[in-house]
């Protein structure tokens, strides 16, 4: 049975898209870290400095995001690990996750709405370089498109769990 470490009770389709939530979005992230680094995925390369840090860190920052959703699954999401100053060891209340998990899937859907909109009015442009680097560009960016409704799939499955009462006792 594939678990993948996660609590007995959790249902496998959730532990499945859970951990499909990382991968989806790790594609548009090494796309940023590959035009960061000064590959030729664009015609115009970042400028350096502020620019790389920005574009690097944005793509850490996304991947730590998508990774929160194993906590849907896992017994982190349930205890804070004891390691966690002041709050190891103390029950994670349900909306404490719920809540932000939904808020943010409401927010990466809101930005895939505003880039197509924006697209479709005439008002951004996916062509960055050549028919080959645009094609890689949607093809690493399109992925993304997946974490809105496998995130709130996951929360879904969270909150009824944590609301039947089904918890972990952690150490």
């Known amino acids: 049975m594939l678990t993948m470490n996660a609590l007995p009770n ?10 499909a939530v990382p991968l989806v979005t790790l594609p548009s992230g090494l796309w940023r870290i590959a035009l960061a680094a000064g590959l030729p995925v664009a015609e115009r390369p970042v400028e350096g400095g502020w620019e790389t840090a920005y574009v690097v860190g944005l793509s850490v920052l996304s991947e730590l995001l998508a990774l929160l959703t194993l906590g849907l699954v896992r ?3 349930e205890v804070v690990p004891r390691w ?3 709050l190891g060891g103390r029950r994670v209340r349900p909306l404490a996750a719920v809540v932000p998990a ?5 927010g990466l859907a809101g930005i ?4 197509f909109h924006a697209q479709a009015a005439g008002l951004g442009d996916l062509t960055i370089g050549t028919p080959a680097q645009d094609a890689l560009l949607l093809a690493c960016y399109l992925p993304l498109l ?4 496998l995130l709130v799939a996951v929360t879904v499955a969270y909150h009824q769990r944590r609301r039947r ?7």
Request: hydrophobic share 60%.
């Open 112 to 115: 895939a709405v505003y880039a």
């Open 102 to 106: 939904l808020l943010g899937a409401a």
């Open 165 to 171: 009462g089904g918890t972990v006792r952690l150490g």
């Open 75 to 77: 017994g982190w999401g």
């Open 84 to 86: 966690v100053p002041l």
């Open 10 to 19: 959790v249902p496998r389709w959730a532990v499945l898209a859970a951990h």
């Open 146 to 149: 997946a974490w809105p409704p």
